[in-house]
């Protein structure tokens, strides 16, 4: 007796069926090797090392690193890295591309501005867009209050097109009229490093003193440190003298920085100064 047969169409059909199976399964198992599926690595934070020892702390990540630009960060060590491109915690696969800016080991040189005339908000503003910085203000009475009279660096006047260094700090003799030569302290509190300063100086105030705790180690830290405490404390209603020093005290650490929203904790500040 004849042995019956399955049909051929069902068999080639399930012959279609394996084979495209095996082909999904070798595309699919294919693609998470070539990209590396599940193999994903946190990208260091660079910040402060040098180009050598950021090869060496990217591990097996085996990381490309490559500098991008350069600046001059004054108050940072040279030859040091200041920012990095995917951000520190980042995760990227391997031989991921990560871009790097150096801080400069020589600072570039720009030309100081006229500031004469200007108002205190107007000078900040020009500095900044300079490349430069407000050391102190020296009030001296005069008609018109914060209007700057003169422009300094180390006690001494400086020419409009000097070459100084970018992030110099420059001292403002700004004018100050017997009648209206008081100002009000504002808070800070809450506030990172560099708004901290801009809103003193802008209420025609000096930042007499800058400290950080033990939260705070490198530059890239004290840029992102905030305010937990003042001197004198802020106040709406107590009047002070325009140029008046105002003290700030920084951290990253929130144990610390729970002083802001609970009035009964106690914080010792660091006097450490970058």
Same mark, same amino acid.
């Given at each position: 007796?004849?042995?019956?047969?399955?049909?051929?169409?069902?068999?080639?059909?399930?012959?279609?069926? /394996?084979?495209?199976?095996?082909?999904?399964?070798?595309?699919? =198992?294919?693609?998470? /090797?070539?990209?590396?599926?599940?193999?994903?690595?946190?990208?260091?934070?660079?910040?402060?090392?040098? @180009?050598?020892?950021?090869?060496?702390?990217?591990?097996?990540?085996?990381?490309? @690193?490559?500098?991008?630009? &350069?600046?001059?960060?004054?108050?940072? #060590?040279?030859?040091?890295?200041?920012?990095?491109?995917?951000?520190?915690?980042?995760?990227? +696969? +391997?031989? *991921?591309?990560?871009?790097?800016?150096?801080?400069?080991?020589?600072? *570039?040189?720009?030309?100081?501005? &006229?500031?004469?005339?200007?108002?205190?908000?107007?000078?900040?503003?020009?500095?900044?867009?300079?490349?430069?910085?407000?050391?102190?203000?020296?009030?001296?009475?005069?008609?018109?209050?914060?209007?700057?009279?003169?422009?300094? =660096?180390?006690? #001494?006047?400086?020419?409009?097109?000097?070459?100084?260094?970018?992030?110099?700090?420059?001292?403002?003799?700004?004018?100050?009229?017997?009648?209206?030569?008081?100002?009000?302290?504002?808070?800070?509190?809450?506030? +990172?490093?560099?708004?901290? +300063?801009?809103?003193?100086?802008?209420?025609?105030?000096?930042?007499?003193?800058?400290? =950080?705790? &033990?939260?705070?180690?490198?530059? &890239?830290?004290?840029?992102?440190?905030?305010?937990? *405490?003042? =001197?004198? #404390?802020?106040?709406?209603?107590?009047?002070?003298?325009?140029?008046?020093?105002?003290?700030?005290?920084?951290? *990253?650490? #929130?144990?610390?920085?729970?002083?802001?929203?609970?009035?009964?904790?106690?914080?010792?500040?660091?006097?450490?100064?970058?």
């Amino acid at each position: 007796m004849p042995v019956r047969r399955k049909h051929p169409v069902l068999l080639n059909i399930a012959f279609i069926i /394996i084979i495209l199976a095996l082909l999904f399964a070798i595309i699919y =198992f294919g693609l998470r /090797i070539v990209t590396r599926h599940n193999q994903e690595f946190t990208v260091p934070d660079f910040t402060g090392m040098s @180009l050598p020892q950021a090869e060496a702390a990217t591990g097996k990540a085996e990381l490309r @690193l490559e500098v991008s630009d &350069s600046v001059y960060i004054r108050g940072m #060590e040279r030859g040091t890295i200041s920012r990095q491109n995917p951000a520190p915690g980042s995760k990227v +696969k +391997k031989n *991921r591309r990560i871009l790097l800016v150096i801080n400069s080991v020589l600072p *570039r040189q720009v030309e100081m501005p &006229s500031l004469i005339g200007y108002s205190l908000r107007q000078a900040r503003t020009e500095l900044a867009s300079q490349g430069l910085s407000i050391g102190r203000l020296v009030y001296v009475e005069d008609m018109a209050t914060n209007n700057v009279l003169a422009q300094q =660096f180390r006690g #001494e006047d400086i020419a409009p097109g000097t070459k100084v260094d970018s992030d110099t700090r420059i001292d403002l003799v700004l004018g100050m009229n017997p009648d209206n030569q008081h100002t009000f302290v504002p808070s800070v509190l809450g506030y +990172k490093f560099q708004m901290a +300063k801009d809103i003193l100086y802008d209420n025609s105030l000096n930042v007499y003193h800058t400290g =950080f705790d &033990s939260s705070v180690s490198t530059y &890239s830290d004290s840029l992102e440190a905030i305010v937990y *405490r003042q =001197f004198p #404390e802020p106040s709406d209603s107590i009047a002070v003298l325009m140029g008046t020093p105002v003290s700030i005290y920084l951290s *990253r650490d #929130e144990n610390t920085l729970s002083v802001l929203y609970d009035t009964t904790a106690t914080a010792e500040p660091i006097d450490t100064v970058l």
